[in-house]
Structures are given as structure tokens and as C-alpha cells.
């Protein structure tokens, strides 16, 4: 007879033990924990080690966390009203700490008794020469604690804050191997589990009292009821073939492992698993897409392109270029729609790429729409195409939200009729009433600026999804690149055009403005220009707009004698464009700015970039701003501006800029240090990046392999009937209707 099971993954959370419908309510929407299924998949942060006991009189001002025994000596409040605080103070016999509750006063005192043993955790600091534990963990000592490990050398296990297992594996010789516990049950919250769970909790939920150690006993508890073995998830062929440990061990043991080996064990399946199906389901979408979706097939390269590469071409491609161009043309003539990426560094000379695929497209009774992500540098392209096209017979127009009233008719019409070939403008041009004749191009720069939506919107301006090309210059490290544009074919610039010398970068602390101001000069007597940009946080503009007036004032001081213009966000985009003309024109020798100069603005006798508060930028943007000098023929200098009051780690930042002008290791070592999550570009690229185990800053071997197995598993079983992998499609499928992300993909 089946024992009766006691508890479903999809039952409403608000029915496990110790939840109810207003814990429910806040799990819910704190952490989108609905169900209990979802309960098991939050998973810990990082884990403590709570074997180990501190003696009072070891603990330091700096520690992390510390665990103690001991026992309450005596009570007291302290302060009034709203301000009253808790006070134990706490002994071992080897020292006293105080206890301190903010809030709870009532509760804990009526809890907790003076001289009994308890076991407290927290964090210790020190307040008026004490040490003191705010809102500690604490808990009725076992009955052996008389047994309890002082261990001396443990103060290395708590090390950092945010301890990972990496980090506890060089300490595994200290834990203690409690593997006493029952597999599967779940422990006891002090007893036997080495390694404790920590979870994330939100400000909210803290206030409500479920802090980290409430959560750990309701996964507890959880575990505790599910009493059936957690059906698996992977063929066996696959678990057998990498030895994982079983989906049932892997989700129990993720919470409570029993050693920091198991825990290694279970980790590396999960994070297998997670970055396989993410790959399945990308690379399975790719394969249905190219097998299904028939694209204009360009035959041939004619009038328009060959003039141009003839008679019109400013100067001689870049191997690079060449080979891209010859990538993009097989592509959209292969009679299959095209999706690839074009990454190129800043300056590579994209496009130049673009317009002549455009003309391609022309040749073969095609338009082609360009998106770009700011007003400015849809205009700049506008020009700069038809600065290159000169005077062939190519209408090119442009369509931002600032184009009104009868242009914008007559550009609506042209589209309609065919008379434009090639539309550049900003989101605008994916609006449902942009009609075109025949796109058959639809070229996208700077992605990262734009949703997976908007890509999927261009598709449907013509009957037959037009071949698109996704152009960046914010390199993507390769592991971030297989998941976020995986389902997309890559090419790569990967040369600068002919006669550019490296820019030299620099770091200078504010208090040496003077020599920067007369290094400035001397570039400016050369009849050079140079930017000065000014970081922009959203939440405070009129701070920013001080920022950047006061700079402003500042150099028209040091500066009497030069014209310098004056660009943020804050000013209408005619004046903003007027100005932004006056530099590039010449007329202005400096050019103060906020970031709205980031992207693609071409200036070629710009030589010197300034960036006021180096510190506040991300190194991809860095290196994007850092692009906008360099391109002319002349030396070129970036000089980040920072105080000295800088962390260690803007210390590294900065020194990745001045070791490195290679963007794609730029965009590796910014991974590294700021993890996917914060990566320009995966916010608003339309996938949440809410990988639960998997890191794509340091599992880029998994996902390579996770990655190789699922085009096997496509490989080998193209039609899905395989009985081998009927877990495998199954789960895929669940995996779909459960994540948000995946849906945006397809
Ligand atoms: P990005 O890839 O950043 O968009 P651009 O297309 O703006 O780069 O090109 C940067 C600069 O390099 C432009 O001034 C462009 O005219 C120039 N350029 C592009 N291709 C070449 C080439 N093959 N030889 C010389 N200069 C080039
Ligand atoms: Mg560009």
C-alpha cells in the first residue's frame, strides 16, 4: 500500500506547519514563495558553520558571526517610550556580552529565564566599549552541551561575511563530519547538521520577525513532512554518467547538508541541472526556429553594394569587417531567416558593417530599419550614412518621437510605398503603425539597451520575419552571452580600423587637478578636444545637474579662453543636439557632459576623455565612454577621476581600465567582480537573471558542459520520442510554465 503522503509541492504554502495565511501572505510577496514547491527551491544564501562554539572572552570587534553558551545573568531595559531597548547580559564564565532586543521587549523576557543555558548566535559588535549582540539567535542549549567544541582555530572559518563553499572547502578540514543525522530527516535545529542554511530575507519580512533561522525551520519542517523521496528530475543515464547524487539527496541536501563534501556533491548537480534545461530550452527553440521559419532569401549582391564598395567606400574594409560582411551575406541568403549577433568593440567600425548590409538588402528589393537607443545616436547615424552614401540613389530617413506632423507623414508614406530604403530612428520605429513595403532587414545597435520583446516586435513587419542583426559594442563574456543570446549566431569585429594608437588611461586623484587641468591645456593648444563626464544616478538629478554645473564653472574658470559646451539629460533634445553639434563641429573646445554622451557619439579630434567620479561608473561603461576618444589618428588619453577615499575594489576597477583597452576581457574581469546579476544589460534585456544555484561569473565550465549535453541530447533525439528522456521533456515542460524567463525567449 502506498503510504499516504503528507504533503504535495504544489499545495498553497499557507497549509505547511508553522505558516498560515499571513505568513503565507509575506512569503508571497517578499520572496513569491507560493507553494510549498517553491518553499524547497529557495534556496540558502551561504551556510554557517554551528558546530563550533566561540568563548566570550575569544570574541574580537571584527567577527562576523559568533555562536556561545551560556546563561542569562540578568535583565534590564533601558531607555523610554519608542526608544526602550532589552538588555541580557550574557556569561560564559569567561566574559559577559549583552543581549540587546529593539523591539519584543515583552516576549523575549517573558521567554527566555535568567540562569538557564542557552545557545545564542549573531553578530557581535561593540557598543560604548561592550560587546553586544543585536536581535541574537537563541535557543534552549541541548543537553550536551556539556560536550561543546571550542575550537581554536575556527575564527579562519568565519573569515568573510559572505563565506561561500569555495571558501569553506579550503576550511573542511576544520568542520566537524556530523554525518549522524538520518538522511532525510530533517534535523533538529541544533543538532546535527554541520552546516546551517542561511536564507535572504527582505526588510519586510525581518520587520515582521522571519528572519533567516524562520525560514531554516520551515524548510525543516518542510523536509521533515515530505515523506516520499523527491521524484527525479534527470534520466538516469544522465545522473549515472556525471555520478550526481539523486534529485531526492540534491534538494534535501542543498538545505541541510550533512558535510561540506556533500554539499559540494549536491550543489554541483544542481547547478548542472539548472544550466542544462536553461540550455535545452534555448538551444531546442533555436532548432524549431531554424527548421520552421523560412526567411527572404537575399540572392544577390547587385547595383546598390557594388557601387558602393567601388566608388563610395571612405576607405578600405578591416579583415574583419570583410569577414563579417561575408558571414551576414551567406546568412540572409541561405534562404532561412537570420539572427546573429555582431559584437565589436567600440570604434571597431560597425556601422559601416551596417550600411552595407542595407544595401544588400536593397539589392534585393529589401528596406532595412536601424535601431538605435537614444535620439542622438539615431541621428548621428542618420548622418553618417548619408555621409557615406553621398550621392547614390539611397533614401535613408529618420523616425524618432521627435519627427512630427507632415515629415513624419511623408516618412510613413515612403515606407509604405517603398520609396525609403533604410529607416534609422529610436523605438519609435517598432510602433504598431510603422508600416513598412518589404523590410527585410532589421538591424538593432547597442542590444543591451533593448528587450528581447522588441527584437521579437521587428519580426512581425512583414509576412516573412525580416533577417535580424543585433549589433553591441558592450562585449558579453562568453558564459553570459551562451545564456542571455544563445539562441542567436555570433560574429565578431575583433580589429580596430588601421592607424589608431592605444588609448592611455590613467587614474588622478582629485587633489592633482591642477596638473590634470594643465595636461588638459596642452592638448587643447594642439587643437585637440576634449570630454568631461559627469556620472547620473536617476534618483538624484538635481544633484547630478550640481555636479556637472559646478564642473562646468570650474573649467570655464581654469579655461577662460575656450568655448565649452554643456550636455545632460535634463535639456531638450533639440538644445542637447545643438550643443552636442557645436563640439562635434569644432566650435567648442571642451565638452562637460553626463553620460547621454555614452553611445556612439563620433568625434574623431576628441583626444581626451575626463570621467569625474570614476567610482560610480561600471567598468563596461567606462569602457564605453573611454571609446568616444581614440578615433582619430592622434594619441589619445582617458583620465578616471576618483578622490582617495576609494574602496578597495574601485582600486581594482580602475586598475582593470588602466592595465586593459581589450573589451572582452574588461567585460570578463566586470563579471568576476559584480556577478551577472548586475551586468549592464541583463536587467533590461528582457530574462530576468534569477539563476538559484548557478553562477554565471564562475560556472562557466558547467555551463559549457551542461551546454555540450543538451545539443546531444538534441542531437541524438530529434524527434523527442527517445523513452530515455521522456523525464527530461516532461520537466522541460514544467520548467516552461513555471518560469517567466524562459517564455521570453520564445
Ligand atoms: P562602432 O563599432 O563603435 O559603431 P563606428 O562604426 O562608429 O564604430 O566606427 C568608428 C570610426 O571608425 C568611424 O569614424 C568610422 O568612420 C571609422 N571606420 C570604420 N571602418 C573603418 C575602416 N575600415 N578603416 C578606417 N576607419 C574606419
Ligand atoms: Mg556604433
Not at 542554511?197 to 533567516?212: E, I, Q
Amino acid at each position: 500500500m502506498q503510504p499516504e503522503i503528507m504533503l504535495r509541492l504544489d499545495q498553497d504554502i499557507k497549509y505547511l506547519q508553522g505558516v498560515g495565511p499571513q505568513r503565507a501572505d509575506i512569503l508571497g510577496k517578499e520572496l513569491n514563495i507560493k507553494t510549498v514547491g517553491d518553499l524547497l527551491e529557495y534556496f540558502p544564501y551561504k551556510y554557517v558553520d554551528r558546530t563550533h562554539f566561540y568563548r566570550i572572552c575569544e570574541i574580537t570587534g571584527n567577527m562576523p558571526y559568533v555562536q556561545i553558551v551560556g546563561e542569562i545573568l540578568s535583565f534590564e531595559t533601558d531607555g523610554t517610550g519608542r526608544k526602550t531597548r532589552l538588555i541580557a547580559h550574557f556569561s560564559d564564565g569567561t566574559g559577559v556580552v549583552d543581549l540587546v532586543w529593539f523591539q519584543g521587549a515583552k516576549y523575549i523576557s517573558q521567554t527566555y529565564d535568567c540562569h538557564r543555558r542557552y545557545v545564542v548566535f549573531g553578530k557581535p559588535t561593540i557598543f560604548k566599549g561592550r560587546f553586544q549582540i543585536a536581535h541574537p539567535e537563541i535557543e534552549k542549549a541541548p543537553d550536551d552541551a556539556g560536550q561543546i567544541r571550542y575550537d581554536a582555530h575556527q575564527q579562519s572559518l568565519f573569515s568573510s561575511e559572505d563565506m561561500d563553499v569555495d571558501d569553506m572547502l579550503l576550511n573542511a578540514h576544520l568542520l566537524a563530519s556530523n554525518t549522524s543525522a538520518q538522511q532525510g530527516n530533517a534535523p533538529s535545529v541544533l543538532s546535527s547538521p554541520s552546516l546551517r542554511p542561511a536564507y535572504n530575507t527582505s526588510d519586510v519580512m525581518k520587520k515582521r520577525g522571519m528572519n533567516s533561522s524562520v525560514v531554516a525551520k520551515l524548510t525543516a519542517k518542510l523536509l521533515q513532512m515530505l515523506d516520499q523521496p523527491l521524484p527525479e528530475t534527470l534520466p538516469p543515464y544522465i545522473v549515472e554518467r556525471y555520478h550526481f547524487p539523486s534529485r531526492d539527496e540534491a534538494m534535501r541536501g542543498i538545505h541541510y547538508p550533512q558535510s561540506a563534501e556533500q554539499l559540494r556533491r549536491v550543489q554541483s548537480r544542481l547547478k548542472f541541472e539548472e544550466l542544462f534545461y536553461v540550455q535545452m530550452n534555448i538551444l531546442r527553440y533555436k532548432r524549431n526556429r531554424t527548421s520552421n521559419s523560412n526567411g527572404i532569401r537575399f540572392e544577390h549582391v547587385g547595383e546598390a553594394f557594388n557601387s558602393f564598395f567601388y566608388h563610395y567606400l571612405p576607405f578600405p574594409l578591416t579583415g574583419a569587417q570583410k569577414r563579417v560582411i561575408k558571414e551576414i551575406r551567406k546568412d540572409m541568403g541561405s534562404g532561412k531567416q537570420m539572427n546573429r549577433l555582431l559584437q565589436g568593440d567600440v570604434g571597431s567600425g560597425k556601422t559601416l558593417v551596417a550600411l552595407m548590409c542595407a544595401l544588400i538588402a536593397k539589392d534585393n528589393a529589401c528596406q532595412t530599419c536601424i535601431m538605435a537607443p537614444t535620439e542622438i545616436l539615431a541621428e548621428q547615424h542618420l548622418d553618417t550614412l548619408r555621409g557615406m552614401l553621398g550621392d547614390m540613389p539611397v533614401r535613408v530617413e529618420l523616425l524618432t518621437g521627435s519627427v512630427k506632423g507632415k515629415k513624419r507623414q511623408a516618412v510613413l508614406e515612403g515606407l509604405l510605398d517603398g520609396s525609403v530604403d533604410i529607416l534609422v530612428g529610436t523605438h519609435a520605429v517598432i510602433e504598431d503603425n510603422v508600416l513598412f513595403q518589404h523590410l527585410g532587414l532589421a538591424i538593432i545597435d547597442e542590444q543591451h539597451r533593448f528587450g528581447v520583446e522588441q527584437r521579437a516586435k521587428m519580426w512581425k513587419k512583414n509576412v516573412v520575419p525580416p533577417h535580424v542583426l543585433v549589433m553591441t559594442a558592450t562585449p558579453i563574456p562568453r558564459t553570459l552571452a551562451m545564456t542571455l543570446y544563445g539562441d542567436l549566431d555570433v560574429s565578431v569585429i575583433d580589429e580596430l580600423p588601421p592607424g589608431r594608437k592605444p588609448i592611455v588611461t590613467q587614474h588622478c586623484f582629485d587633489a592633482h587637478r591642477k596638473s590634470l587641468n594643465m595636461a588638459i591645456r596642452k592638448q587643447i593648444d594642439l587643437g585637440r578636444q576634449v570630454y568631461v563626464v559627469y556620472p547620473l544616478i536617476k534618483e538624484s538629478e538635481k544633484l547630478d545637474l550640481k555636479n556637472l554645473e559646478d564642473g562646468y564653472e570650474q573649467i570655464r574658470e581654469f579655461f577662460p579662453d575656450c568655448k565649452v559646451s554643456k550636455v545632460h539629460g535634463q535639456m531638450k533634445s533639440a538644445e542637447k543636439d545643438a550643443e552636442m553639434q557645436r563640439f562635434a563641429n569644432g566650435e567648442t573646445q571642451i565638452l562637460v557632459a553626463t553620460t547621454v554622451i555614452e553611445v556612439g557619439v563620433n568625434v574623431p579630434n576628441a583626444s581626451v576623455m575626463v570621467i569625474e567620479n570614476a567610482e560610480r561608473f561600471g567598468l563596461s561603461q567606462l569602457h564605453q565612454l573611454r571609446g568616444r576618444v581614440g578615433r582619430g589618428a592622434e594619441q589619445s588619453f582617458c583620465i578616471l577621476v576618483t578622490n582617495y577615499k576609494i574602496s578597495q575594489e574601485t582600486r581594482k576597477r580602475i586598475q582593470i581600465m588602466v592595465d586593459s583597452t581589450d573589451g572582452f576581457e574588461i567585460a570578463e574581469q566586470d563579471l568576476k567582480l559584480r556577478g551577472p546579476g548586475d551586468l549592464e544589460g541583463t536587467a533590461q534585456s528582457g530574462m530576468a537573471f534569477d539563476l538559484k544555484v548557478a553562477n554565471l561569473a564562475r560556472d562557466g565550465m558547467v555551463l559549457q558542459a551542461a551546454r555540450d549535453l543538451a545539443q546531444e541530447v538534441l542531437d541524438n533525439d530529434p524527434e523527442e520520442q527517445n523513452p530515455a528522456n521522456a523525464i527530461l521533456w516532461r520537466r522541460l515542460q514544467e520548467l516552461r510554465k513555471s518560469n517567466v524567463y524562459w517564455g521570453a525567449i520564445s
